[in-house]
């Protein structure tokens, strides 16, 4: 008798793969990573991956793009709120703090395995990782225009250096630790923006 499969099933089993090939990317790398490794952790035979998956790129490609596509959800919500600046961009930063904690090891693949997609996938995600950089230079010099940041700031380098300290955050943010994402958060935005952008 065969065990007819059903989209419960199906989706089952490609949860569990990306689960198990998220994991594994994290600790091995994509390149430390087989496919035989990610059936074995899953359980399955390695031809039975191709039931749920077309490649091991394809596995890694839906992981960063669901990771990207979340902060861009984020500040197209920021967005639509037609917040000033300043509270604009520390909902940003508390929105991105949001994002690490809910899976700070998915979020270090999403920052940092970009590199090993070909060079179609990875344009892609460069376009889709430009859209969320955008938000924060179009938000620094709509605050400059407005006279709430320095005028003498350069925009692009203001957000590479704020992008840069944020996308940090998933070495060393816990969880579990005695500060919550939003805690956190504040903290970070009080040192970016006090610290940085405010006009003396």
Do not use: C
Request: net charge negative; glycine share 8%.
């Amino acid at each position: 008798m065969t065990v007819e499969s059903t989209p419960e099933r199906s989706s089952a089993a490609r949860e569990a793969i990306f689960s198990a090939a998220t994991r594994l990317f994290g600790e091995r790398g994509y390149t430390g990573t087989t496919m035989r490794d990610i059936a074995k952790a899953v359980g399955i035979l390695p031809g039975s991956l191709y039931a749920h998956i077309q490649s091991k790129e394809a596995v890694l490609l839906e992981i960063i793009e669901g990771g990207v596509d979340r902060f861009n959800a984020a500040v197209d919500r920021i967005d639509a709120m037609s917040l000033a600046p300043e509270p604009a961009l520390r909902e940003a930063v508390r929105e991105h703090l949001r994002i690490v904690a809910d899976n700070p090891g998915r979020t270090l693949i999403v920052f940092h395995q970009w590199r090993f997609l070909d060079d179609d996938n990875r344009d892609r995600l460069l376009e889709k990782r430009a859209h969320y950089e955008a938000f924060f230079v179009r938000t620094v010099r709509s605050g400059m225009e407005q006279g709430h940041f320095d005028q003498h700031l350069d925009p692009k380098v203001t957000v590479l250096a704020m992008l840069g300290a944020l996308n940090w955050t998933p070495e060393w943010f816990h969880p579990g630790g005695p500060a919550t994402p939003d805690e956190v958060a504040t903290k970070i935005a009080d040192s970016l923006l006090g610290g940085t952008l405010r006009r003396p």
